[in-house]
């Protein structure tokens, strides 16, 4: 299937449009957006794969650094198309659920009380949903897969790796602005705008916003409906204080929405793989499609939504020999899931409707040294509690004709962890590395079912 894209971008100085009346298209400074995966003067990649900013080459861990260039030049725009561009990592979803593998190590159903074995982390906060990380990629500072396991600073759900977003940050004393805006066949279209503005000398904002469609690609030639087709948005803004001179404080507001139509379960397959199909029941099949994109059928589009919200405050204290990092995070997760297993019948066979999420609030601390001799350490500590939920609804005829039968599980999780590493330089060119984390988990099952 071909298709095609079309992209504007507008990328110019607020001043110069104030003071020149004329707007030039610029690439990124150098200073903007280089968070956490930078490309420093000499040509060294900067990453904080061991929770503190270091050369790529310095870093006893297989890390793929991806920087905020080859994310735009090579066209990511959701958090599964990283995979494209990290060898090792296998970025699946089901149901709208995320789904990473790193060297084949992940988890085949997460959900709430049942964590992904590969960690997703976004502006340094743990995602402890897996629908709550398939956000859209775009005003980034870079990402890093982390193969292999991370347990000791990434904690318990670390088996297979880690998989690190960072946003781009507000920028002191910059005034900028970006827009672009792209259209595609199938109505394919994205816009997207990025601000950067000094409020003082002191402290900066930055907001971002981006709108995607996506139109369907199968027909359904019942109801001439289109599926498979996607609607977000997301909108986050920043604020930069630099407090003094070693001290900064962050704060990050994020909201994400989305509607996805399922395509996967609309492609008409042949007539003995749809169970519906051959039962013996007058008229259960319409089977009047007419191509490989077309559907026939009466039961409800296979669809989930989602909606996040989070928030995080970041202060960092950096001394000559030492930095100490503190994060306050709060988010509330919602996805829900509309699936109909019926294929090309004319009625509700096995309609499946998850809803599930939940609110977390946590805190994450740490100190790490730079004393630059014969040892360095890093110490830190994290508490997270989590308020979630999985209730699903089932409908039809596979559950003996019973409409609305419910299931309501509730999942509250308390988790608190200490973690440790210590670093020996015992000749030049060698570290030897010494670590370990203690984690306690305090977590609670209740379900309900009704009728």
Known sequence: MTGFRLRAVVSASLLAMAFHGSANAQTASPEEGTAETAQLSGGDIVVTAQRRAERLEDVPIAVAAVSTERIETMGIISAKDVQLLAPGLNFETSYGYAQPYIRGIGSQSPTPGIEASTAIYIDGIYQPHAAGSLTDIFDMAGVQVLRGAQGTLYGRNASGGAILYSYAEPVL???????????????????????????????????????????????????????????????????????????????TVEQFHSDDANATQAVRGPKEYCLACNLPIPGADL?????????????????????????????????????????????????????????????????????????????????????????????????????????????????????????????????????????????????????????????????????
Not at 214 to 222: C, H, K, L, S, T
Not at 224 to 234: E, H
Not at 312 to 320: E, N, P
């Open 173 to 251: 004393g910059k005034s900028s602005l970006k827009m672009s805006a792209e259209y595609g066949n199938r109505d394919h279209a994205l816009i997207s705008a990025v601000a950067n503005a000094p409020l003082s000398d002191t402290i900066a904002i930055r907001l971002a916003g981006q709108i995607t469609h996506y139109g369907g690609y199968i027909r359904n030639i019942v109801d001439g409906r289109d599926w498979g087709g996607r609607t977000s948005y997301n909108v986050r803004g920043k604020v930069k204080w630099e407090v003094t001179p070693d001290l900064t404080a962050d704060l």
């Open 287 to 451: 089977n009047p499609t007419e191509g490989f994109f077309d559907i026939a059928t009466n039961s409800h589009q296979s669809s989930w939504d989602y909606d996040f919200f989070r928030a995080s405050i970041k202060l960092t204290y950096a001394a000559d020999e030492f930095t100490i990092n503190s994060q306050s995070y709060y988010f509330n997760n919602r996805a829900r899931v509309f699936s109909n297993q019926g294929n090309a019948a004319t009625f509700s066979f096995f309609d499946y409707d998850p809803d599930q999420g939940g609110k977390v609030y946590g805190q994450d601390l740490s100190l790490v040294t730079s004393f630059g001799g014969a040892f360095d350490f890093m110490v830190g500590g994290s508490y997270s509690h989590a308020d979630d939920y999985n209730h699903t609804t089932f409908n039809g005829l596979a559950f003996g004709g019973l409409t609305d039968l419910r299931t309501e599980n509730f999942v509250p999780t308390t988790s608190t962890a200490g973690f440790a590493e210590l670093y020996v330089r015992p000749i030049d060119r060698v570290t030897i590395t010494l670590g370990g984390r203690y984690t306690h988990d305090n977590r609670k099952l209740r379900g309900v079912r009704s009728p």
